[in-house]
């Protein structure tokens, strides 16, 4: 019995753990494993499965085997929509899971309202999915809001006062950036250079010469995989030697690689613990399980994966034998003070935040995060 199995379907990418006679619970995810994060998203998704696996070699849950069906929307909002669609209408998934961006998760939302179907663990900090609470919508991580703003004041502390912003003219943009007006306006600074750039056709140059002009010494960059990467290079091509600063979407080994020379030095915020560790029981897990399956590590991307499984797990086990997609969504809000192994996850009908935990890392000259 193959342990993956992978169907393309033009640019679908189909991932069944088992048999399909012995998947009985199914779960839909859509997210761009080609694209600007294709990285991330492999991450995170080997991640999940890390505890999806154990959970199935175990028996599954409630003797049910589950199976993730996930779709590639090449980290396109309208795509994002189009395959959560196919999951729900077509392929009857009983709920939603790790999804990535922003905008693509509110082009999903409109979908899961009318189906009823509950979304667990989508790969973004947006605090539209927070604030109102998005009945739906089941967070495990910390907002982009509260990374931007802890950044911020960290580099304020080390005396750093010539900050600029650049950031992605989208929703995940204007939310990093609100984010870190807040932490700049704590820090009673303004920022030097406040850029925005278009996400699907971005032309860093301009952008990168007012900031060596303005003589910043950090920017943080409000972006996605290939868009920080280029911008980076865009930088020091100019002449800036400006610290760069980044959020959590861009924690995956696949970031460090694809910064190839540019990467040491690089700050990225972090909403999981030091993946290495293993003090926190959910960590040494995670690796014990990666170790068992012949991976050499794991990175903040897997752990956030490993993460949104667990609750996801949680949430089919109290939903009983036959878990409807009306009783997983109340099984999921009935979650309190679970703990994930260091951390722990709380939801109720007024908040669906799940995690609160933020921290920073600093790129290596070994190309590892260091904290």
Same mark, same amino acid.
């Given at each position: 019995?193959? *342990?993956?199995?992978?169907?393309?379907?033009?640019?679908?990418?189909?991932?069944?753990?088992?048999?399909?006679?012995?998947?009985?619970?199914?779960?839909?995810?859509?997210?761009?494993?080609?694209?600007?994060?294709?990285? =991330?998203?492999?991450?995170?998704?080997?991640?999940?499965?890390?505890?999806?696996?154990?959970?199935?070699?175990?028996?599954?849950?409630?003797?049910?085997?589950? &199976?993730?069906?996930?779709?590639?929307?090449?980290?396109?909002?309208?795509?994002?929509?189009?395959?959560?669609?196919?999951?729900?209408?077509?392929?009857?998934?009983?709920?939603?899971?790790?999804?990535?961006?922003?905008?693509?998760? &509110?082009?999903?939302?409109?979908?899961? &309202?009318?189906?009823?179907?509950?979304?667990?663990?989508?790969?973004?900090?947006? /605090?539209?999915?927070?604030?109102?609470?998005?009945?739906?919508?089941?967070?495990?991580?910390?907002?982009?809001?509260?990374?931007?703003?802890?950044? /911020?004041?960290?580099?304020?502390? /080390?005396?750093?006062?010539?900050?600029?912003?650049?950031?992605?003219?989208?929703?995940?943009?204007?939310?990093?950036? /609100?984010?870190? &007006?807040?932490?700049?306006?704590?820090?009673?600074?303004?920022?030097?250079?406040?850029?925005?750039?278009? +996400?699907?056709?971005?032309?860093?140059?301009?952008?990168?010469?007012?900031?060596?002009?303005?003589?910043?010494?950090?920017?943080?960059?409000?972006?996605?995989?290939?868009?920080?990467?280029?911008?980076?290079?865009?930088?020091?091509?100019?002449?800036?030697?400006? *610290?760069?600063?980044?959020?959590?979407?861009?924690?995956?080994?696949?970031?460090?690689?694809?910064?190839?020379?540019?990467?040491?030095?690089?700050?990225?915020?972090?909403?999981?613990?030091?993946?290495?560790?293993?003090?926190?029981?959910?960590?040494?897990?995670?690796?014990?399980?990666?170790?068992?399956?012949?991976?050499?590590?794991?990175?903040?991307?897997?752990?956030? =994966?490993?993460?949104?499984?667990?609750?996801?797990?949680?949430?089919?086990? +109290?939903?009983?034998?036959?878990?409807?997609?009306?009783?997983?969504?109340?099984?999921?809000?009935?979650?309190?003070?679970?703990?994930?192994?260091?951390?722990?996850?709380?939801?109720?009908?007024?908040?669906?935040?799940?995690?609160?935990?933020?921290?920073?890392?600093?790129?290596?000259?070994?190309?590892?995060?260091?904290?």
């Amino acid at each position: 019995m193959k *342990q993956w199995q992978q169907l393309w379907a033009g640019a679908a990418l189909v991932l069944s753990l088992g048999t399909a006679c012995q998947a009985q619970i199914l779960v839909g995810q859509t997210a761009g494993f080609t694209g600007q994060v294709a990285a =991330g998203v492999k991450e995170t998704t080997d991640g999940a499965l890390l505890y999806i696996d154990a959970i199935n070699a175990k028996g599954g849950v409630n003797g049910q085997k589950i &199976e993730l069906i996930s779709l590639d929307d090449k980290f396109d909002p309208k795509l994002a929509a189009e395959n959560a669609r196919k999951l729900i209408e077509e392929n009857n998934v009983s709920v939603m899971f790790l999804n990535r961006g922003t905008p693509h998760t &509110e082009a999903i939302i409109p979908l899961l &309202e009318k189906h009823g179907v509950a979304l667990v663990g989508p790969s973004t900090g947006a /605090m539209v999915l927070h604030q109102p609470v998005r009945k739906n919508v089941f967070n495990v991580r910390a907002t982009y809001q509260r990374e931007a703003e802890k950044a /911020m004041t960290h580099l304020a502390s /080390m005396g750093i006062t010539r900050i600029a912003v650049m950031y992605a003219d989208d929703s995940f943009g204007a939310d990093g950036v /609100m984010g870190a &007006e807040k932490g700049l306006t704590a820090a009673k600074l303004t920022p030097v250079v406040l850029e925005k750039f278009n +996400r699907a056709k971005p032309d860093f140059a301009p952008i990168a010469n007012k900031v060596t002009k303005a003589d910043a010494q950090a920017v943080l960059m409000i972006a996605s995989g290939s868009a920080v990467v280029d911008a980076g290079a865009a930088l020091r091509a100019a002449g800036s030697a400006a *610290q760069i600063v980044t959020l959590s979407n861009n924690a995956s080994g696949g970031f460090i690689k694809s910064l190839g020379a540019n990467a040491r030095g690089v700050i990225v915020t972090q909403v999981y613990p030091n993946e290495r560790a293993v003090t926190y029981p959910m960590v040494k897990e995670a690796q014990e399980l990666a170790k068992a399956k012949g991976m050499a590590e794991i990175s903040p991307a897997m752990l956030e =994966g490993f993460a949104a499984a667990k609750v996801l797990v949680e949430g089919l086990k +109290r939903a009983g034998p036959k878990p409807s997609r009306e009783k997983i969504q109340a099984a999921l809000e009935s979650i309190r003070k679970f703990d994930l192994g260091g951390l722990e996850v709380n939801y109720s009908p007024e908040d669906h935040t799940g995690l609160d935990f933020a921290d920073l890392s600093i790129i290596g000259t070994d190309g590892r995060f260091r904290r």
